[in-house]
């Protein structure tokens, strides 16, 4: 069983930015991909981003593609999401997912794992 616990959310102005951290309890984190979403109130879970199992290999969408990075440290169990240029419209409740498929999927679905979620909140 892996358990997931995200940490980093917070309250920040248009511009600024935040780092997410996801901390995984399995010593094998590095046999799972993992990517965060997000979801903001009245709105569906979105695909933000993922990472492959060797960290070589990071998929962003479209909306945070350039602003938002990925990495993780196979050393810490953990898998960071660096946020700049944040937008109001990227207010939402942000979670950190993880599965054994080899490539990262957009599908909340084929995600077993998740974390209880952080908030982050975007002031104009």
Known sequence: QV???ESGGGLVQAGGSLRLSCAASVRTFS????????????KERE????????????????????????????AKNTVAL??????????AVYYCAATRLKWVSGRP????YWGQGTQVTVSS
């Open 82 to 91: 660096q946020m700049n240029s944040l937008k109001p419209e990227d207010t």
């Open 31 to 42: 046999d799972y991909l993992v990517a965060w979403f997000r979801q903001a109130s009245g």
């Open 109 to 112: 679905n084929d995600y077993a």
């Open 3 to 5: 358990q997931l616990v």
């Open 47 to 74: 695909f933000v981003g993922g990472i492959n199992r060797s960290g070589v290999s990071m998929t962003y969408a479209d909306s945070v593609k350039g602003r938002f990075t990925i990495a993780r440290d196979t």
